[in-house]
């Protein structure tokens, strides 16, 4: 049994399951309103409730071939016997942007950083493709759907393409018990409904998902602007704020190659601030400015040592990170797209 194909089904039908949850919840808003608009119309009772059965009959028909529709594609996803290919490489981004509205611990520049990076990447590196999880979108955030869209990204993939994922909200850590962090602490991102360190994804996932999923020939890009994020993906390479490369033993080598840029140290938090009239993580707006600065031709040391001087020009104490999952030359080593 191919674990790579029973996670592209597995993770097919849970699309295609909440795509027809989405569907069914924007109808049922339809009728009601369209109900409510008919109960305010100037007509006899009955007349009224003659609409408004025949609305419900036409919904509950819709649904019920939407129901079949559904039962159809999910068997057929059910009987692949092989990963469907595309022929052509191409690119691909899933953005994470978590304001945690009306809560106590609400940001003000996640949301914008997913907006702000998808202009970058569609600008000067000509992406298309964009899957968004934010406060705003119809699949939010949580737990459940940032790890699917992160899977489904790598599963999807194949050799030759480019992805990127950003993660911009709350960060946190906790203590490593699986004995594969060198400083003790595991690091960890708060997904929307996240209640408590157990309802967060710690670093061990995130990696779990590349390590299973990540294919040779494909390139991931990952830009993480939350506290305590400097090694939130457990990749094996690891630059400290001197340019040395710390090497992690406990870990591997990943199969496709693996960028990934943190908000901060492990140890530090990464500011959500107010820059150029707009809210946004102090990170990612570093970033977008050294990639406007220097184009896209930039090495990553120099893209890294501009951020940081952006930050500390600005005030700012969180120092970003460079780690990745294979060993590179960070001197002539360009961002992969």
Avoid: W
Avoid at 106 to 117: A, F, M, P, R, S
Avoid at 226 to 250: A, E, M, Q
């Amino acid at each position: 049994m191919d674990p790579q194909l029973e996670a592209f089904k597995k993770n097919k039908s849970v699309e295609l399951v909440s795509s027809f949850n989405n569907t069914v919840n924007s109808l049922r808003s339809q009728l009601q309103s369209n109900i409510n608009i008919i109960k305010k119309f100037r007509l006899h009772t009955k007349n009224k409730n003659k609409i408004i059965r025949f609305l419900n009959k036409k919904y509950n028909s819709t649904i019920t071939r939407l129901k079949k529709k559904l039962a159809a594609n999910i068997k057929k996803v059910n009987l692949l016997t092989s990963l469907p290919q595309r022929n052509t490489s191409d690119k691909f981004a899933v953005l994470v942007g978590i304001n945690y509205k009306n809560t106590p611990n609400e940001l003000y520049g996640c949301i914008n950083d997913t907006k702000n990076i998808q202009n970058i990447l569609q600008t000067k590196y000509g992406f298309k493709h964009f899957v968004f999880l934010t406060d705003d979108t119809n699949n939010k955030p949580t737990k459940q759907n940032i790890l699917f869209s992160l899977t489904k990204l790598l599963v999807n993939s194949i050799s030759g393409d480019s992805l990127f994922f950003l993660y911009s909200g709350h960060g946190t850590c906790t203590t490593d018990l699986n004995n594969d962090e060198l400083d003790g602490q595991d690091e960890l991102i708060v997904p929307i409904n996240a209640t408590n360190i157990n309802t967060c994804i710690i670093d061990d996932e995130l990696n779990q998902i590349i390590k299973n999923n990540l294919k040779p020939g494909v390139k991931l890009f990952a830009l993480f602007d939350s506290c305590f994020s400097g090694t939130i993906l457990d990749l094996k390479y690891n630059l400290d704020k001197l340019d040395n490369v710390i090497i992690n033993p406990n870990i591997i080598d990943t199969l496709g190659q693996v960028f990934m840029i943190s908000g901060c140290t492990d140890k530090q938090t990464s500011a959500d601030t107010f820059i150029n009239n707009q809210n946004t993580g102090a990170m990612t707006f570093s970033f977008i400015q050294t990639i406007e600065q220097y184009g896209i031709s930039i090495t990553l040391k120099q893209l890294v040592e501009n951020m940081r001087t952006l930050l500390t020009d600005n005030g700012f104490e969180q120092i970003p990170q460079l780690s990745s999952g294979k060993s590179f030359d960070i001197n002539t080593q360009t961002i992969l797209f």
